[in-house]
C-alpha cells in the first residue's frame, strides 16, 4: 500500500516578525542610512520584512560602538565573567530554541527538522562551549595571559545564518573581543532575533553589533580601519578579495571559504550507512554547505550497486514546505543561487554527463531544485571543479585508492572529504593523504563545537572549533 | 552450496557501520505522522498484529480471551481491523483454531523448543509437526543461535531447512533472536542465512531476551529482504517482535518498512508486528482521532 | 677567497643555485658581483630568473610528497644531521660570515648558535603534532582527532642574517613536512649556498630545501604569484614591499607569514613552525 504522510507544518505562531527591522548598535536597535532592503520567505517568495542597511557611517558607528565597549568593558572583564554572559545566552538560545528555529527555516528555506535538530542546537552548544574557554585562557597553550585582539569585523553567509554567527561570535566573546557582525542580505532575521537575546542576557551593549546589508557593507566592514580582526566564511572568490584589502595591514584574518568535497566510497564500504553518508553529504541543507560532499568517488566495482541504492533512496527523499517536519530538502535560499544550480547543471548536461533526479512535485511559488545526481562526470567537466552550492552530485570512479586520492585532491579546494571502508588501515592511509582539514570516515557533514574545522588550499585559512577556534581571536 | 561457500558468503556481506544504522534508525522516526496519515497507521498496524500470549501460565481460558480481542479489537465499533494472526505455543494451537474459526485470522505458533532452541533437533521437528498437525498457519522457530556464533553456519542453515520442510503449508518465520546476535553485522548475515534456507518470515525475537525488536535491527533485516528480492525475485516477510507498546512505536515502524523496504510490504502479507499491549494503545489512540478526545484504559478490554 | 699564497694560486669557488638537489647555475646565465663590508670582490653569485623560480617551485612541489611522507623520527635524524655537518664546517662559515662584516667573536657566535638551531628544530620534528594536537570529545558516538600537516610548498625570502637568520627561517619550515624555496639574502648570499653543500651531504632529500640568489624584488613577486606555491615568509621583504606581495599571494589564498619580530638570537617558540602547518580533523564512528 502506498503510506502516505499527511502535512505535517511546524506552528508558525511561535515567532513575531517585525514589519521592518533596524541595525544593533551600541545595544539599540537605530536606522540605518543605506537603503533598507527586503528579506524574502525562499519557500514562497513572500516578504518578510523591510530590513535596514549599513552605510559606511553607520559602519563606523558599529566598530566605534565595538571599540568603546572593548575598552572600557568587555576586554577588561574578568573571563570568569565573560563566560558567566555566555552561558546565560547559551541558556536563552534553547530556551527560544523553537522560535529560532521556526524564524532560521521561514528566511532561509531550509527543512525544520535540519534548523531544529541540527543548527540551534549547535548553535547553543557553541556558546556553551566557549563560555567555558573565556576564564581558562591560559592553559590553551597560546601562553600564560593572552590578550584578546580587540574589534572583530565578521562576514556571514546565508546558508547556516544563525550557526555561523555563533561559530564566530562566541570565540570572539569568549577570548574578550567585541564584534560588528554583518549576516547575510538573504538571512538576516535570526541574527537580528540574536540581538533581542543579547539584550535578554543584560550583554553590556557594544560588544555585540549586527549591521545588516550587502556587499558594500560588508566591504565597509572589512576595510575599516577602526577593525583589528577580519573573520569571513564565504565564497572563495570574495575570500580572495578581503585578503587583498587586508594585504599590508598586519591585521588577522581567517577565511573559510568554498570547497568540492570527494566523498570516497571504497568497495568493502558499509553500502547502506554509505548511501546515507551520500545522501546526507550532498543533499544536507539543499547542498547549500561549504563542505558538502558534491563529488562522489566510487570504486568502479560497486559503482553500478551504489548508484542503483543511491537513486532508490533518493526516490524516498521529500522535498517541499521547510516548516513541514518531515521535509528532508527545503527551498533554494534564493533566486540568484538557483539560477548558479541551474546553469552548472544545464553545463554538465551539454559535457555530456547523465542526469536523473527522482520524480518530484516542486511547488510553484519559491526556489526549488530537486535533488539531482550526475553521472558518467569526468575531472575535467565543470560540476567536477566548481562548487555548485546545491543539492547536485556528481558521480566519478576509481579503481585504485591512489586514483581515488588523486581525483580527491586535483582541486584548488581542500576543505572536506569522505571516506567509506571497513578496513581500519585503509581509512588512516586514505585519510592522511587527502588535503583537506576535515576528513570524515564512514560519516559525513558531522559538527561539534570541539572539532576543529576549516580548509587547505583555496578553502580558506584558520580554524573554527576546538582550542584550535581561540587563535583566530587572540593577540598571538 | 558447501558450508565453506555458505561462510564466504555471509562474511562477504557488506559490513554495517552500528552509528550510523542507528542514526538513519533514529532519524525515521523522527518523521511525523498526524491526522489523516496517523488513522490509516493505526489500522494498517492493527491489522499487522500478531496478537501474542507466551507464557507459562497460558490456559485454554486465556487464549479463547485472546482469539476474541482478536477478531472484534473494539468490541464497541466494528470499522476496527482484526488482527494479522494469534501466536500460541503448540499446545494451545488446537484452541486458538477452533475460536477463530471463520474469522480468517491466522494462527502462529512458536516452535523447535522456543525460545531457547536447546533441543535435539528431533524433538524440534516433532515440537513443529504437532503444531502444524493442531492446524497452525505459521510457525515461528528459533534458530541455534549458539551454532551460528560459534561459526557453524551450516547447522543453522539445515535446521531451518529441515523445519520448514516440517512445516509442509504452514509460512515458517525464522526467529533469529537478534538481542543474543548483538551485532548489526550478525544479524544481516543470520537474515541472509534463514533467507537462503528458505524462511518465508525473518523475526527479530522471542520476546523473551532483552533487548527484543529495535528499529535499528529491523532496519537491517528490512535492508536484507529488499536485498534478498532484488538479488532472487523471492519477497521475505518481516516480522518484529517485543518491546513495542505503543502506537507511537508501531508508527515508527511502519514509517521504516515505507522508507527502507518500501510499500510492498506495508501488508500484513509481509509485515507483522509480535505484540499484544501495544493493540490496546492503538484502540485508545484511534478512538482519541474519532472523537478528538483522549480516552483511557478502562475503555478497551483487558484479555 | 681565500688567502692568496705565495707559491699558488688559490682554486675558487663558484657559487651556483641550490635546486631539486643539485647546483645549477640561473638559466638566464646571469651573476651579480658580491663584495665584503670593504667593498672588496668575494665572488660572483648566481642571479637567479624567474624560470628559476618556476624550476625551484616544480622541484619543491616534487619533493613534498616523500618529505611530508616520511616518518617525523627520520626527519628529525636528518635535521640533526644537517647541524652534524655544519659542526664539521665551523671554521668555514666562520670565515665566511667574518666576510660579511662580523668580528670573530660573533662570526663564531652566530656559527654555534646556527647549528644550535638545527639540533632545537630537530627535536620539534616528533612533538609538534603533540604539542598542536588534540582529540576532541564531540558530542556523539566518534572519536575525533586533530592533527597538523605540513601546509605544502613554502616560499621563504630569507632575511639579512646570513647564516642564524637563513637557518631560522628554514628549518620551522622544513622540520614539518614542508618543501621550501628560499631567495637568499641579497648582499650576502654566500653563506647560504655554503650552506647547501651542507644540505647536500645531510641526506636531505633533494627538493626539500631549494636555494635562490639574486634579486629579492624581483624573485619574490614570482614566488607570491605562483599558484602551486601555498605560503609563502615575507620576513626577509622589506616592509614597503610586503603589501603589494600579500595581495598578490591572495591569487591563490596563500598563508602568509610577517612576524613582527627578528632578533634572531631569541628563543625562536613554535610560532614559525605553527605558520606553515594545517590542522586536519578526522571523525569516526564508534560502535560494533
Not at chain 2, 507466551?54 to 468490541?75: F, I, N, S, W
Not at chain 3, 660572483?44 to 618529505?67: E, I, L, M, Q, Y
Request: with cysteine; hydrophobic share 40%.
Amino acid at each position: 500500500m502506498v503510506f502516505e504522510y499527511a502535512p505535517a507544518p511546524e506552528s508558525r505562531s511561535v515567532v513575531d516578525i517585525r514589519g521592518s527591522y533596524g541595525l544593533f548598535i551600541d545595544g539599540e536597535f537605530v536606522d540605518g542610512h543605506g537603503e533598507p532592503f527586503k528579506t524574502i520567505n525562499p519557500a514562497d517568495e513572500a516578504v518578510l520584512a523591510d530590513v535596514a542597511c549599513a552605510d559606511e557611517a553607520d559602519v563606523d558607528r558599529a566598530v566605534k560602538a565595538a571599540r568603546i565597549a572593548f575598552e572600557r568593558v568587555w576586554g577588561p572583564m574578568p573571563g570568569a565573567e565573560r563566560a558567566k554572559y555566555l552561558y546565560r545566552i547559551a541558556r536563552i538560545i534553547q530556551e527560544r530554541s523553537r522560535e529560532l528555529a521556526v524564524l532560521e527555516s521561514i528566511d532561509n528555506g531550509k527543512p525544520i527538522r535540519e534548523s531544529r535538530d541540527v543548527d540551534v542546537p549547535l548553535v547553543a552548544a557553541w556558546f556553551f562551549y566557549y563560555a567555558g574557554w573565556a576564564d581558562k585562557l591560559g592553559h590553551a597553550g597560546f601562553g600564560p595571559d593572552p590578550k584578546p585582539v580587540g574589534v572583530a569585523g565578521q562576514v556571514i553567509p546565508w546558508n547556516f545564518p544563525l550557526l555561523m554567527l555563533a561559530w564566530k561570535i562566541a570565540p570572539a566573546l569568549a577570548c574578550g573581543n567585541t564584534v560588528v557582525l554583518k549576516p547575510a542580505e538573504t538571512t538576516p532575521l535570526t541574527a537580528l532575533l540574536f540581538a533581542d537575546i543579547c539584550r535578554q542576557a543584560d550583554l553590556p551593549p557594544g560588544v555585540v553589533n549586527i549591521i545588516t546589508g550587502a556587499g558594500d557593507t560588508g566591504r565597509a566592514l572589512v576595510a575599516h580601519p577602526g577593525i583589528d580582526k577580519v573573520a569571513f566564511t564565504g565564497s572563495t572568490d570574495i575570500g580572495r578579495q578581503i585578503a587583498r584589502t587586508l594585504a599590508g595591514t598586519g591585521k588577522k584574518l581567517t577565511l573559510e571559504l568554498g570547497g568540492k568535497a570527494a566523498n570516497i566510497v571504497y568497495a568493502d564500504a558499509a553500502l547502506d550507512q554509505a548511501v546515507e553518508g551520500i545522501v546526507n553529504g550532498i543533499f544536507f541543507n539543499q547542498g547549500h554547505v561549504c563542505c558538502a560532499g558534491s563529488r562522489l568517488l566510487v570504486q568502479e566495482s560497486v559503482a553500478e550497486e551504489v548508484l542503483e541504492r543511491l537513486k532508490a533512496r533518493m526516490a524516498t527523499l521529500r522535498v517541499g514546505d521547510p516548516l513541514d517536519k518531515n521535509t528532508d530538502i527545503g527551498a533554494i535560499n534564493s533566486a540568484a543561487q538557483l539560477d548558479k544550480i541551474r546553469e552548472l547543471s544545464a553545463a554538465s548536461e551539454q559535457e555530456g554527463a547523465g542526469r536523473w533526479s527522482p520524480p518530484c512535485q516542486l511547488p510553484d511559488r519559491g526556489f526549488w531544485f530537486a535533488p539531482t545526481v550526475f553521472t558518467g562526470v569526468a575531472q575535467s567537466h565543470r560540476i567536477a571543479r566548481e562548487e555548485i552550492f546545491g543539492p547536485v552530485l556528481s558521480v566519478l570512479t576509481f579503481r585504485t585508492p591512489e586514483e581515488a586520492v588523486t581525483k580527491a585532491n586535483n582541486t584548488p579546494y581542500g576543505l572536506s572529504a569522505g571516506i567509506w571502508t571497513e578496513k581500519g588501515s585503509q581509512i588512516l592511509w586514505t585519510a592522511q593523504r587527502l588535503r583537506a582539514g576535515v576528513v570524515w570516515a564512514n560519516t559525513f557533514n558531522k559538527f561539534d563545537p570541539a572539532s576543529p574545522f576549516g580548509g587547505y588550499k583555496e578553502s580558506g585559512f584558520g580554524r573554527e572549533g576546538g582550542r584550535h577556534g581561540l587563535e583566530a581571536y587572540l593577540n598571538v | 552450496m558447501t558450508v565453506t561457500e555458505l561462510q564466504g558468503f555471509l562474511h562477504g556481506l557488506p559490513g554495517v557501520d552500528q552509528v550510523g544504522a542507528e542514526e538513519r534508525a533514529a532519524r525515521l522516526a523522527s518523521r511525523s505522522i498526524k491526522t489523516s496519515a496517523k488513522a490509516e497507521a493505526i489500522d494498517l498496524a492493527i491489522s499487522m498484529v500478531d496478537l501474542t500470549t507466551l507464557e507459562g501460565a497460558d490456559t485454554a481460558g486465556k487464549v479463547r480471551a485472546l482469539c476474541a480481542k482478536a477478531a472484534h479489537p473494539d468490541p464497541s465499533d466494528p470499522s476496527v481491523p482484526k488482527v494479522a494472526a494469534v501466536c500460541v505455543y503448540p499446545d494451545m494451537v488446537e484452541v486458538a483454531v477452533r475460536s477463530l474459526e471463520g474469522t480468517g485470522i491466522g494462527v502462529a505458533s512458536v516452535a523447535t523448543a522456543f525460545p531457547s532452541g536447546r533441543a535435539p533437533l528431533e524433538a524440534k521437528l516433532a515440537d513443529t509437526r504437532a503444531a502444524v498437525a493442531a492446524g497452525a498457519s505459521e510457525i515461528d522457530m528459533v534458530i541455534d543461535r549458539g551454532a551460528f556464533l560459534s561459526g557453524d553456519y551450516g547447522t543453522v542453515f539445515e535446521q531451518i531447512v529441515a523445519v520448514k520442510d516440517a512445516c509442509g503449508d504452514a509460512h515458517l518465520k525464522v526467529i533469529l533472536e537478534t538481542g543474543e546476535l548483538v551485532t548489526y553485522d550478525n544479524v544481516r548475515r543470520a537474515s541472509w542465512l534463514a533467507m537462503r534456507a528458505g524462511a518465508d518470515f525473518i523475526k527479530t525475537s522471542t520476546g523473551k531476551v532483552s533487548p527484543a525488536a529495535t528499529l535499528p535491527v529491523t532496519l537491517v533485516m528490512l535492508e536484507a529482504v529488499r536485498d534478498y528480492r532484488a538479488a532472487t525475485g523471492r519477497q521475505v516477510g518481516v516480522k518484529p517482535a517485543g518491546g513495542i507498546r505503543t502506537t507511537k512505536d508501531a508508527i515508527k515502524y511502519l514509517v521504516l518498512v515505507n522508507e527502507t523496504a518500501g510499500p510492498d510490504w506495508l501488508t500484513p502479507h509481509w509485515f507483522r508486528l509480535g505484540a499484544s499491549s501495544v493493540l490496546n494503545d492503538l484502540l485508545m489512540q484511534r478512538r482519541k482521532l474519532s472523537t478528538g478526545v483522549y480516552s483511557g484504559p478502562d475503555y478497551f478490554t483487558l484479555d | 677567497m681565500s688567502e692568496r699564497m705565495t707559491d699558488r694560486l688559490a682554486v675558487r669557488k663558484t657559487y651556483k643555485l641550490y635546486i631539486g638537489g643539485a647546483f645549477p647555475r640561473s638559466e638566464s646565465g646571469r651573476s651579480y658581483p658580491v663584495t665584503d663590508t670593504k667593498d672588496r670582490f668575494l665572488a660572483n653569485a648566481s642571479h637567479a630568473s624567474r624560470k628559476d623560480v618556476r624550476d625551484a617551485v616544480t622541484a619543491a612541489r616534487k619533493a613534498f610528497g616523500g618529505w611530508s611522507g616520511r616518518t617525523a623520527y627520520n626527519r628529525a635524524q636528518i635535521l640533526y644531521r644537517i647541524a652534524e655537518m655544519l659542526e664539521g664546517r665551523r671554521d668555514q662559515f666562520i670565515t665566511e660570515l667574518r666576510h660579511t662584516g662580523a668580528s670573530k667573536t660573533q662570526a663564531a657566535t652566530e656559527v654555534d648558535a646556527a647549528i644550535d638551531r638545527w639540533v632545537w628544530y630537530a627535536g620539534w620534528a616528533d612533538k609538534i603534532t603533540t604539542v598542536t594536537g588534540a582529540a576532541n570529545p564531540v558530542s556523539g558516538p566518534y572519536f575525533n582527532f586533530s592533527t597538523p600537516e605540513p601546509t605544502g610548498v613554502v616560499a621563504v625570502v630569507a632575511p639579512d642574517s646570513p647564516l642564524l637568520g637563513l637557518v631560522s627561517v628554514i628549518a620551522p619550515a622544513i622540520v614539518t613536512g614542508n618543501t621550501t624555496i628560499v631567495i637568499a639574502s641579497e648582499p650576502a648570499p654566500l653563506p647560504a649556498i655554503t650552506l647547501a653543500e651542507v644540505l647536500a651531504t645531510s641526506d636531505l632529500p633533494g627538493g626539500v630545501i631549494n636555494i635562490l640568489t639574486g634579486h629579492r624584488t624581483e624573485l619574490a613577486p614570482w614566488l607570491a604569484s605562483h599558484m602551486d606555491v601555498n605560503a609563502i615568509d615575507l620576513t626577509g621583504v622589506a616592509h614597503e614591499d610586503r603589501r603589494d606581495l600579500e595581495e598578490t599571494a591572495a591569487g591563490n589564498l596563500k598563508r602568509v607569514h610577517h612576524p613582527a619580530t627578528t632578533d634572531w638570537a631569541d628563543d625562536p617558540g613554535t610560532a614559525r613552525m605553527t605558520a606553515f602547518l594545517e590542522t586536519k580533523t578526522v571523525w569516526h564512528p564508534v560502535g560494533v
